[in-house]
C-alpha cells in the first residue's frame, strides 16, 4: 500500500511563474490537507480539502493560491506569479479520519 | 482557534539517557494529540499519538502523558539512540476547525 505520494519533490520557478505541486492520497483516503514549512520552523496549515469540496482554506492566501481535489486523479496546490517569499517546503497529508495524519516527502519549491 | 507551544526548541543528550519535549494547547475541547518525527529532507511521521479519554500511552522506548486540567502534553523517549535525532512535532486537533495544528518543533541530537 503506497504511501502519500508527492511530486515533483524539487521545483525551481523564476519569479512570475506558476508553480504547480500535485499530491495523490493513501488508497481509501478522502481526506487531503496541504501544509507549508520554512526553514527551522513549523508546519503551518493552508488548505483542507474532501474529494470536490474545499473544507477549510483560513490558511492559504487569498490571491495567488488555489487548491483542488477533483473526483479523479491528484490533489492540486497551484501557486501563480510566484514570487521568492513563496520558497519553502510543501507537504500534503491524506486521512480517512481527520486525525491521524499521514505525510509525503514534500515538495520544495525554490523561487529564483 | 487552538494555539500549540513546545519547548524546548533544541535539546542534546548522550546517547542511553532519556528525552523529554513538553507541549501546551489553549482549547480545552482539543482530544487528540499527535506525535510526529521529521528527518532531514523527509516529511514528518507519526510516531505516537494520544486521545483525551487517556492519560499516558506507551509504545516501547517512546511515551506520551496527557494532563488535561493543566492542557499539556509531554513525548518521552527512553535509552536513546543516535538514530532518534530528528524534528519532533507535537500537534492538537482544532476542533472547530478540524485541523491539526502544530507546535515549532524540538530538534533534537543524540551524541554518542
Known amino acids: 500500500n503506497a504511501g502519500v505520494m508527492q511530486n515533483p519533490r524539487h521545483l525551481v520557478r523564476r519569479r512570475g511563474q506558476e508553480a504547480r505541486l500535485r499530491c495523490s492520497p493513501m488508497?481509501?483516503?478522502?481526506?487531503v490537507y496541504w501544509y507549508r514549512q520554512l526553514p527551522e520552523e513549523g508546519l503551518k496549515f493552508m488548505v483542507y480539502?474532501?474529494?470536490?469540496?474545499?473544507?477549510?482554506e483560513s490558511g492559504m492566501p487569498k490571491e495567488r493560491f488555489s487548491a483542488e481535489f477533483p473526483k479523479e486523479g491528484p490533489s492540486i496546490l497551484r501557486i501563480q506569479q510566484v514570487v521568492r517569499g513563496d520558497s519553502a517546503a510543501y507537504f500534503c497529508?491524506?486521512?480517512?479520519?481527520?486525525?491521524?495524519?499521514?505525510f509525503g516527502s514534500g515538495t520544495q519549491l525554490s523561487v529564483l | 482557534g487552538e494555539n500549540v507551544e513546545q519547548h524546548p526548541s533544541t535539546l542534546s543528550v548522550q546517547e542511553g539517557d532519556s528525552a523529554v519535549i513538553k507541549c501546551t494547547y489553549s482549547?480545552?475541547?482539543?482530544?487528540?494529540f499527535p506525535w510526529y518525527k521529521q528527518e532531514l529532507g523527509k516529511g514528518p511521521q507519526l510516531i505516537i499519538d494520544?486521545?483525551?479519554?487517556?492519560g499516558e500511552k506507551k509504545d516501547q522506548r517512546i511515551a506520551v502523558t496527557l494532563n488535561k486540567t493543566a492542557k499539556h502534553f509531554s513525548l518521552h523517549i527512553t535509552e536513546t539512540q543516535p538514530e532518534d535525532s530528528a524534528v519532533y512535532f507535537c500537534?492538537?486537533?482544532?476542533?472547530?476547525?478540524?485541523?491539526?495544528?502544530f507546535g515549532q518543533g524540538t530538534r533534537l541530537t543524540i551524541n554518542p
Open positions: 494520544i486521545r483525551s479519554n487517556v
Open positions: 480539502l474532501q474529494k470536490e469540496n474545499i473544507i477549510d
Open positions: 488508497k481509501g483516503h478522502s481526506h
Open positions: 500537534a492538537a486537533v482544532d476542533q472547530g476547525a478540524q485541523k491539526l495544528v
Open positions: 497529508a491524506s486521512s480517512t479520519e481527520r486525525e491521524k495524519l499521514f
Open positions: 482549547d480545552s475541547a482539543s482530544n487528540y
